[in-house]
């Protein structure tokens, strides 16, 4: 079994739409969960950081952790065509390694 | 946000022949390094974490005598692919954190194409 599971799409959505990323993970040890935002040939760019479980707003984006579920979520409001990109999360407990997703290839469609 | 450059962003190699790539933190200490490679349509396959002044931490199934990792300052890690044949062909990313920083920086990536 993996360690964290991600769905890898691809989603494709209508601009404006609200887009839901998840992920689950079996280490009830993590502590530390981050979101990803990846473009082509690009190194990834953190979007969110979540510590423990809860709710954090940034904007158009929500993270979201519930470690009673082992499951992450990120939320995306008013999707635009510039947030197309594969997004990857990624989770840890000591920051010694990084655990990621396999991502989730993202399509926003004007 | 902190800035983490490598060099070269592309490089095309003969197979048998050896490539390094560099890591840089632009403006900020990096204590802890990581080298990642990602095949296409594939998520970061951690290969090794390294620390300043340290030898380099390797994830299992990666070949340290092949993929040489060296942090000699905390500003800068190399990647060393030797004797690079055409599977060595992927996407090196790496990134860098502060002490006890879940922030990790990424780097823009190498892509290798070995021929």
């Known amino acids: 079994q993996k360690e964290v599971e991600q769905d890898p799409g691809p989603l494709s959505v209508p601009e404006g739409a609200i887009v839901s990323l998840n992920c689950t993970y079996s280490?009830?040890?993590?502590?530390?969960f981050m979101w990803y935002r990846q473009y082509s040939r690009k190194g990834p760019e953190l979007l969110m950081y979540?510590?423990?479980?809860g709710n954090k707003e940034d904007g158009r984006f929500t993270a979201q952790v519930d470690k009673s579920s082992k499951y992450i979520s990120l939320f995306i409001r008013d999707s635009q065509p510039s947030d197309s990109a594969t997004y990857l999360c990624?989770?840890?407990?000591?920051?010694?390694?990084?655990?990621f997703g396999s991502g989730t290839k993202l399509n926003v469609k004007p | 946000g902190a800035v983490v450059s490598q060099h070269p962003s592309w490089v095309i190699c003969k197979s048998g022949t050896s490539v390094k790539i560099e890591c840089r933190s632009l403006d900020f200490q990096a204590t802890t390094m990581f080298w990642y490679r990602q095949f296409p349509k594939q998520s970061l396959m951690l290969m090794a974490t390294s620390n300043e002044g340290s030898k380099a931490t390797y994830e299992q199934g990666v070949e340290k005598d092949k993929f040489l990792i060296n942090h000699a300052s905390l500003t800068l890690s190399t990647l060393t692919v030797t004797s690079a044949h055409p599977e060595d062909s992927s996407f090196y990313i790496c990134?860098?954190?502060?002490?006890?920083?879940?922030?990790?920086?990424f780097g823009p990536g190498t892509r290798l194409t070995v021929t």
């Open positions: 990624a989770m840890t407990n000591n920051f010694n390694k990084f655990y």
């Open positions: 979540t510590y423990s479980s």
């Open positions: 990134s860098a954190t502060g002490t006890g920083s879940y922030e990790q920086y």
């Open positions: 280490n009830s040890a993590f502590q530390y």
